[in-house]
């Protein structure tokens, strides 16, 4: 099977956007509605670094298109387009096919269309590249935290840094651990219902710690965090009570959820919000105007954040 076929077999959907011409030519082609931004994000995934080199080929679909969907979830974004680099070692078609099906399923679920790409081959890798749009001037930016917002994070954070901890110790994870790690749940539609009541918004991929570092370092700002707000599933806690190792949910990474900001009088809204989606919202701290993180309770270790390099 050469590239082509590949293409033709496993990566050529009808879109549901008419507005777009997607594989097929040497460029896709996107007409923007009035009065909209585009947002657009694109990260990599490597085995043996990203994923165990065991993940299956749905999973591995699922994570590489949820960790840009919530890319476009932390702008406020609505999910549209994406392209597909796919660094193959040999074509394997039984691998295609559930890599492709999984795909599908979570790019119609959350209807974003597959316009293009490339193929090669090399190291198992995929690269996906987003496209969402936003109302002109509307996006939530990490610049734009205000001293006296209360910080939110959505539903539960070390689930999967736990995971992939005891994956490297060779132990057997439980389902809802491997869940959060292989198939974590984009915050798409919180992302989208925060505009006009967050000030700032970040997605939680390398960590609390870091990602709402970055937050603060945009906005100018500090913060002060008390540590037995942040919401942790019982096998986290249970963690933390035998290893005081708070590190692992501060700055493990993988969780994809969002970390945002809003004024004291908006809190009903989020509370109201968190009703009407369904989603654990938690409030853990509030922004100062000393720069830099602080904890309630102080935390008796430094932490090191996933770094790229």
């Not at 699922?62 to 609505?78: E, H, I, P, Q």
């Not at 040999?90 to 293009?116: N, P, Q, R």
């Not at 501060?250 to 908006?266: E, H, I, N, S």
Request: proline share 4%; net charge negative; hydrophobic share 40%.
């Amino acid at each position: 099977m050469n590239e082509f076929s590949l293409i033709e077999n496993y990566f050529n959907w009808d879109n549901l956007d008419l507005n777009a011409l997607g594989v097929g030519d040497d460029c896709a082609l996107i007409s923007i509605e009035d009065n909209y931004q585009l947002a657009t994000s694109v990260d990599t995934l490597i085995e043996g670094v990203h994923f165990p080199s065991q993940t299956s080929p749905a999973d591995i679909a699922y994570k590489a298109l949820s960790v840009n969907l919530s890319d476009l979830a932390a702008m406020g974004a609505t999910p549209k387009y994406f392209t597909l680099a796919l660094t193959l070692p040999e074509v394997d078609e039984h691998w295609l096919e559930e890599f492709s099906g999984s795909l599908k399923s979570l790019a119609s679920k959350y209807k974003i269309d597959l316009l293009g790409g490339d193929t090669t081959k090399g190291k198992l890798s995929i690269t996906i590249n987003v496209t969402g749009i936003v109302p002109r001037h509307k996006a939530l930016l990490r610049s734009s935290a205000k001293v006296g917002d209360v910080i939110f994070i959505s539903n539960t954070i070390g689930d999967a840094a736990l995971a992939w901890q005891q994956i490297q110790q060779n132990t057997q994870p439980s389902q809802n651990l491997l869940k959060q790690f292989n198939t974590p749940e984009p915050q798409v539609a919180l992302g989208q219902s925060l505009i006009g009541i967050a000030n700032a918004c970040i997605d939680i991929s390398d960590g609390l710690e870091q990602d709402l570092g970055h937050l603060l370092k945009h906005s100018h700002v500090g913060a002060k965090i008390n540590l037995a707000d942040i919401p942790l599933s019982k096998e986290v806690t249970d963690y933390l009570e035998k290893t005081k190792d708070w590190c692992l949910p501060l700055a493990g990474g993988d969780d994809y959820q969002l970390c945002f900001t809003v004024v004291p009088d908006k809190v009903s809204e989020v509370k109201a919000l968190a009703k009407e989606l369904g989603v654990q919202l938690n409030s853990i701290g509030v922004i100062t105007k000393d720069t830099g993180l602080k904890y309630l309770k102080g935390l008796d270790q430094e932490c090191s954040a996933y770094q790229h390099f």
